[in-house]
């Protein structure tokens, strides 16, 4: 498997060969420079580091700007890691080395999409977890539209068990969209749509990883 870094631009929709009307998502992959190689005997795994979308370098510090300067390429904003590529591609890579979209994909591929979902915040069990609430607003439950309800037993155990669906944190969570097709490549532009939806808002950094 290979993969690369890019950013969520937004949805739309395209005509396939046969006329079907696709829902796609575009995606703005790369170009990603090679600014770090790691190795088994070396660092104890083999990676690909690589960066991309330019920054100014004034705000970098020192050791970000050297660690750009050793690799040849100008200050980057987003720096990650990838472990998927094989050994003989890794072997393959050189420091600066430019890689684009088309280097990697091809229209009708299979990807998957790794993206961190839209944070809700703190949210009811309605929301989080689609209870239907008590209701029964008369009878003195004024106030209980939205509540979970009892949420232990009794005497024994006189505990909450772990698990419990409750209110809490909703969202923000890195999620893997799988078994999307690269449906177009536009390499002049560095754009990939691919059908579907996956987890994320726009100009959200996601990970394209070829099945």
Same mark, same amino acid.
């Given at each position: 498997?290979?993969?690369?870094?890019?950013?969520?631009?937004?949805?739309?929709?395209?005509?396939?060969? /046969?006329?079907?009307?696709?829902?796609?998502?575009?995606?703005?992959?790369?170009?990603?420079?090679?600014? /770090?190689?790691?190795?088994?005997?070396?660092?104890?795994? !083999?990676?690909? $580091?690589?960066?991309?979308?330019?920054?100014?370098?004034?705000?970098?510090?020192?050791?970000?700007?050297?660690?750009?300067?050793?690799?040849?390429?100008?200050?980057?904003?987003?720096?990650?890691?990838?472990?998927?590529? #094989?050994?003989?591609?890794?072997? #393959?890579? !050189?420091?600066? !080395?430019?890689?684009?979209?088309?280097?990697?994909?091809?229209?009708?591929?299979?990807?998957?999409?790794?993206?961190?979902?839209?944070? %809700?915040?703190?949210?009811?069990?309605?929301? %989080?977890?689609?209870?239907?609430?008590?209701? /029964?607003?008369?009878?003195? $439950?004024?106030?209980?539209?939205?509540?979970?309800?009892?949420?232990? #037993?009794?005497?024994?155990?006189?505990?909450?068990?772990?698990?419990? %669906?409750?209110?809490?944190?909703?969202?923000?969570?890195?999620?893997?969209?799988?078994?999307?097709?690269?449906?177009?490549?536009?390499?002049?532009?560095?754009?990939?749509?691919?059908?579907?939806?996956?987890?994320?808002?726009?100009?959200?950094?996601?990970?394209?990883?070829?099945?």
């Amino acid at each position: 498997m290979s993969a690369l870094f890019g950013k969520k631009v937004g949805m739309t929709g395209v005509f396939d060969d /046969q006329g079907q009307y696709v829902p796609v998502t575009v995606l703005e992959v790369g170009p990603c420079y090679v600014t /770090q190689v790691k190795t088994k005997a070396r660092d104890g795994y !083999a990676a690909v $580091q690589l960066a991309f979308e330019d920054m100014a370098e004034r705000k970098l510090n020192k050791p970000e700007k050297g660690h750009f300067d050793k690799a040849g390429t100008s200050a980057k904003r987003y720096v990650k890691e990838v472990r998927s590529f #094989s050994d003989e591609k890794i072997a #393959s890579f !050189a420091l600066g !080395a430019e890689i684009k979209v088309p280097d990697i994909f091809a229209e009708g591929d299979v990807v998957h999409v790794v993206g961190t979902s839209k944070g %809700r915040g703190f949210q009811g069990v309605v929301k %989080r977890h689609h209870f239907g609430g008590i209701g /029964q607003s008369t009878h003195g $439950q004024s106030d209980r539209q939205r509540h979970p309800g009892s949420i232990g #037993s009794s005497s024994y155990p006189s505990r909450v068990f772990k698990g419990q %669906r409750m209110g809490g944190r909703m969202g923000g969570k890195r999620i893997t969209t799988r078994n999307l097709r690269v449906v177009r490549i536009v390499a002049d532009q560095n754009l990939i749509l691919v059908s579907g939806s996956f987890a994320g808002a726009k100009n959200q950094v996601v990970e394209i990883v070829k099945a």
